[in-house]
């Protein structure tokens, strides 16, 4: 079979955005560039059609705004219909910074910062909220916020483990908010397009599904020697824990990721990428409410089985060059593979033919704007939390499989690994008191 | 070395240990065993919270009286839990009840919360006592573990103290009541459900826990929550208006549709889109009619959110209705309309429209015609050429571009005749994008059709004739490229001039192209054509596979003295960059004294310099690298030239 791959570029770093590229994503939106998308909420229905008065912006309250968490909270900002009135960081030197962006933006002083989030919840001029701490306090602060009647776009991985996974989906259906995970790829035109190509029957039957996982190692979580502990106002060490286990102030720990890898029971492991590119595997699987049925690490890689047949495989290398988190479909007739420069290689090049948008860059605005809109229709986002559960929950046991360098087969209906206790003890951890979810 | 980190050392050593062992599958009683031993000894706080991570996977009730103790102990007490909320077997319940009777503060809330992750039933009399603590925290974990354990006794605690417990505490308490009503429903007695759902949307609550509780009651009511539902899509209130979007989405049966789409026509023009769209999302074939009459007439927000949903939910049955939105003059409507076309599903909407083009007129038959070409409905093709020379403008205009994007190579010959009997320029602008277009998919097959264009005396048919056929390529096209540029109209001349100095980027294969630049570097009618050839001239050296590296070396140094202005002195670096040799070095330290270049001169010598070629001497290579790194503004340069150097 002839393949075509089309050009590539050099990877840029999450998040980056080029000089100029703001206007052209807006004028992207406007054009309608997501025509891949299966959701469209007119402007028009949700009231945002021209100028937007203050009574009518939705409020936001940013929590943990460190290098991503800024990124992020940038695109909320440039949207008209919002108006972020509050910022939480537990380090003083980013909860100023967040603020001086929220203020510089409104041209006034009125953004509030606090220390403890706890106080951001508890006000109820705040519709929803942005989460970017580190992992550690995902799930935690995004069933906190719901609870507290708030809307939440939480970065990604969104969980811990597959209890918070469950418990992240349980709440919001409970509580009737809307959640949108920060794994903004399900709102580019090039990864929906792919998606399109395998549920529409383009590629045949669904073969091999393979996800860039970012990373296949797991461990067990540490504790690194004492140092001084920071006054509170520069570092609130207890809320920096927040539900993690105890263990004493040492400023390597600050970097939310790196706690995480040593922050969970099995940290580090596939959830770095795999939340976004399992997530796109899951979707092109239509297995938004479930996960594969079977974990395997096989010679560096993660083979895992959907209850359909349709294989999984994580791996780390063997990507054509398409930019960071590739995907690949492959279907009895055909494959599809593209990565963050919004390009494809595929098969034949008759399957890329209504591609749509190229959108390189992997730019959180659409993901954005699809959370403001589902914040006013009360409908599902895209990533909503039943499909960032399940996603998470694949990304999980794939873990637990690696952990315990063995097969595990899983039972998406109960929950459970079959028959491995030990598998099932690593389903969930208990979070330091008083934090529950 | 200090104590801690001897500690953390001794801890990395410990998981060394154990994630080797659970690789090998060491025995698990052994390994509990050394655990157990950790917890027992005086070992570091860093270590026995390890070993607590690890008694949660490998440890059985044996380990419960070692971690027991820990629960009271601030460092360790929520590393303890992480192993007692999963080990099997009632030891670990019994201990995290026995905590619950002993600690305090934080402490205990902690113990309270894994009991409630355990389900343990046995605790709901302790819990029902800690739900009057003093203390709200305390309290407030009592009420929710409650909820996680559910049951009779739970829910009557519940509902009690949804009036006698502390404000504090009340969020909580309903939260363990919204919970015990899910036990009930679970359990299938969803009368019991709506008694507590219903007693706490009534009750002074938050006002988030009295909508999770209207949520709770109209879902466990099924259908007899259909009343509940409305009223809240009615509320003035946001909250409630928003819980009854959300649950307009859940509540399932035909009769919610219907009610749902019958309450459409009863709330305020601002709320009916989010209804319909709340409708779109209920997967039930009876949306569809609400959706299509939306679609059909009442306010436009109305209309153009209804048009938008049939991109999921419509079908063949859509498009008259779409067809009329998309002609009736409103340019909004319109756009939306017509987006939706496009990209209704189905073969049967591609037949549908294809069917509908040959009678259709004016703004119907243009509107058609775009969705032809958006669709690429090949059956419709016909159709369009035959609208190319429409009387209607509009129409015209989407029959040429449709051809752009379906015209295979006779539509190459309809295109250049509609192009000779077309004066506008504008129109003709098109019609070339068009033709461009479709000769770019044909290839050689289009050179027939185009040839006559390179006849003709219009100065601007001719020039279009000539970018056609560079989009081909070969010998015929270059061949009427390079009679243009010899004929007699000047401002073909200068337009071949510049097809020409591009093609060996488009066509490399084309290897006449070099000596037809080459004649016109030195031969070329102007300054300007002599400089386009030169530097087309230098990008076919490079390109050409077929010459050797002495051979591109050479040819530069024939035309070095022509070489005079930056743009072709950085042409000739690139050249000579690619093409190592004694001879190129030499070139170029001499371009390298051009300020306007030099840093890329330098870069190139630094890439031939630092490698052994044949005939180069190991001296001549040394001393250019030391003008490079002496001489070069550029860290890296020099930086690169030093490390060559130093290899030599």
Redesign the interface.
Same mark, same amino acid.
């Given at each position: 079979m002839k393949s075509v791959t089309t050009k590539t570029r050099n990877n840029l770093p999450e998040g980056t955005i080029r000089p100029g590229r703001r206007q052209f994503l807006k004028t992207a939106m406007k054009a /309608?560039a997501l %025509?891949a998308l299966? *959701? #469209?909420?007119?402007s028009?229905? %949700? /009231?945002k059609a021209g100028a937007v008065a203050p009574s009518e912006r939705i409020t936001l309250g940013a929590i943990g705004i460190g290098g991503r968490g800024s990124y992020v909270l940038g695109c909320f900002l440039h949207e008209e219909d919002l108006q972020c009135i509050a910022v939480c960081d537990v380090r003083g030197d980013r909860r100023k910074r967040a603020k001086d962006m929220a203020d510089a933006r409104y041209g006034n002083h009125d953004c509030t910062a606090y220390i403890d989030m706890r106080e951001l919840l508890a006000r109820?001029d705040i519709d929803a909220l942005l989460i970017a701490t580190g992992p550690n306090w995902h799930a935690t602060a995004s069933i906190m916020a719901a609870?507290? $009647?708030k809307d939440v776009y939480c970065e990604k991985p969104c969980t811990k483990n597959i209890a918070q996974s469950l418990a992240l989906a349980d709440v919001f259906r409970?509580? $009737?908010r809307v959640f949108q995970a920060g794994t903004q790829r399900r709102s580019l035109p090039n990864f929906a397009y792919a998606v399109e190509l395998a549920h529409s029957g383009r590629l045949g039957q669904l073969v091999t599904l393979h996800a860039h996982p970012g990373g296949l190692g797991t461990? #067990?979580? /540490? =504790? !690194?020697?004492?140092e001084p502990e920071p006054p509170r106002d520069q570092v609130d060490w207890d809320a920096y824990l927040g539900p993690a286990? =105890? &263990?004493p102030y040492n400023r390597k720990l600050l970097d939310g990721f790196n706690f995480e890898k040593g922050g969970g029971?099995v940290g580090g492991g596939c959830l770095e990428w795999g939340s976004h590119c399992v997530d796109l595997c899951q979707w092109a699987n239509q297995s938004d409410d479930t996960a594969p049925v079977e974990y395997e690490p096989v010679n560096g890689q993660l083979h895992a089985r959907y209850a359909n047949g349709v294989k999984l495989v994580m791996r780390n290398d063997g990507w054509l060059p398409l930019g960071s988190c590739p995907v690949r479909y492959e279907g009895t007739t055909g494959w599809v593979e593209t990565g963050d420069d919004a390009e494809f290689g595929a098969s034949s090049p008759d399957l890329l033919?209504?591609r749509g948008a190229k959108i390189p860059g992997y730019p959180a605005d659409f993901h954005v704007r699809d959370f403001l809109d589902c914040v006013?229709?009360?409908? *599902?986002t895209r990533a909503n939390a039943d499909a960032a559960c399940w996603a998470h929950i694949a990304c999980h046991a794939a873990n637990v499989a690696l952990? !315990?360098?063995r097969k595990v087969r899983f039972d998406p209906q109960k929950c459970e690994f079959i028959g491995d @206790? *030990?598998a099932n &003890? !690593?389903r969930? @951890?208990? !979070? &330091? @008191?008083? =934090?529950?979810i | 070395m200090n104590v801690a980190n001897r500690h953390f050392i001794g801890l990395v050593l410990l998981i060394a240990v154990l994630a080797a062992a659970a690789a090998v599958g060491q025995d698990q009683a052994t390994k509990q065993r050394e655990l157990i031993a950790v917890l027992q000894s005086n070992a570091a706080s860093a270590e026995k919270a390890i070993t607590c991570k690890q008694l949660a996977i490998y440890g059985t009730e044996e380990a419960v009286p070692s971690l027991m103790p820990l629960l009271a102990d601030k460092e360790l007490a929520s590393w303890a839990r992480i192993a007692l909320e999963v080990i099997p077997g009632p030891a670990a319940d019994e201990a995290l009840r026995e905590a619950m009777g002993t600690l305090q503060g934080r402490l205990l809330v902690g113990a309270i919360n894994s009991i409630g992750v355990r389900r343990d039933a046995m605790a709901v009399d302790g819990l029902v006592q800690k739900l009057g603590d003093n203390d709200a925290d305390v309290a407030s974990a009592a009420a929710v573990a409650l909820g996680h354990i559910g049951g009779d006794r739970a829910a009557k605690a519940l509902l009690q103290a949804l009036t006698r417990s502390p404000a504090a505490a009340r969020s909580a308490v309903a939260e363990g009541g919204v919970l015990c009503a899910e036990w009930y429903l679970a359990k299938d007695q969803p009368a019991e459900a709506v008694r507590l759902y219903d007693a706490i949307r009534q009750a002074d609550v938050p006002n988030q826990r009295r909508l999770e509780a209207i949520r709770g009651a109209i879902l466990a009511r099924k259908s007899g929550g259909i009343g509940l539902l409305i009223e809240q899509l009615e509320s003035a209130d946001k909250g409630r208006f928003g819980i009854g979007l959300r649950t307009a989405r859940e509540l399932a049966g035909r009769d919610v549709t219907e009610a749902l789409a019958a309450e459409l026509d009863r709330l305020s023009p601002e709320k009916r889109p989010l209804l319909l769209l709340a409708l779109a999302d209920r997967n039930d074939d009876a949306v569809s009619p609400a959706v299509l009459r939306a679609a059909q007439g009442g306010p436009k927000s109305l209309r153009i959110t209804a048009i938008n949903i049939l991109i999921r939910l419509g079908d063949v049955a859509c498009v008259p209705t779409l067809l009329a939105a998309a002609t009736e003059g409103d340019a909004e409507l319109g756009k939306a309309a017509q987006e939706t076309l496009s990209r209704l599903r189905g073969k049967e909407v591609d037949a549908d429209l294809a069917a509908r083009l040959p009678d259709a007129k004016g703004k119907t038959r243009q509107v058609l015609i775009e969705l032809a070409g958006q669709r690429e409905i090949g059956a419709a093709l016909p159709a369009i050429v035959s609208s190319i020379e429409d009387a209607d403008a509009g129409v015209r205009g989407a029959a040429i571009q449709a051809v752009g994007v379906l015209g295979r190579d006779q539509q190459v010959a309809d295109l250049t005749k509609l192009l000779q009997k077309t004066a506008g320029s504008a129109e003709r602008s098109s019609i070339e994008k068009a033709l461009l277009a479709v000769t770019g998919r044909s290839g050689v097959k289009s050179v027939p059709h185009l040839l006559p264009l390179t006849k003709s005396s219009d100065s601007s048919l001719h020039i279009i004739g000539l970018h056609a056929l560079a989009v081909v390529g070969g010998t015929e096209a270059l061949g009427a490229v390079k009679a243009a540029i010899a004929g007699n109209d000047a401002t073909v001349q200068d337009e071949a001039v510049r097809i020409l100095s591009t093609w060996p980027n488009n066509w490399p294969e084309d290897t006449e192209a070099g000596d037809a630049l080459l004649r016109l570097t030195q031969s070329g009618a102007k300054m300007s054509h002599q400089v386009l050839a030169l530097r087309g001239y230098l990008q076919h050296v490079r390109g050409n596979t077929k010459l050797s590296n002495n051979q591109k070396v050479a040819r530069v140094m024939d035309l070095r003295p022509q070489i005079k202005r930056p743009e072709e002195e950085r042409l000739a670096i690139a050249v000579l960059g690619e093409a190592p040799s004694s001879d190129s070095l030499e070139l170029l330290t001499t371009l390298a004294q051009d300020p306007a270049v030099a840093e890329e001169a330098y870069s190139a010598i630094v890439k031939i310099a630092g490698a052994e070629t044949p005939g180069l001497s190991k001296e001549q290579r040394q001393q250019a690298l030391r003008m490079v790194a002496e001489k070069s503004g550029n860290n890296g340069t020099k930086r690169r030239a030093r490390e060559a150097l130093s290899k030599i």
């Open positions: /309608g %025509l299966p *959701q #469209v909420i007119p028009s229905a %949700l /009231g109820d609870k507290a $009647g409970r509580t $009737g461990s #067990v979580s /540490g =504790w !690194l020697p004492a286990a =105890w &263990r029971m033919t209504r006013k229709s009360r409908a *599902q952990f !315990l360098n @206790e *030990q &003890r !690593l969930s @951890e208990a !979070l &330091r @008191e008083p =934090w529950r | -």
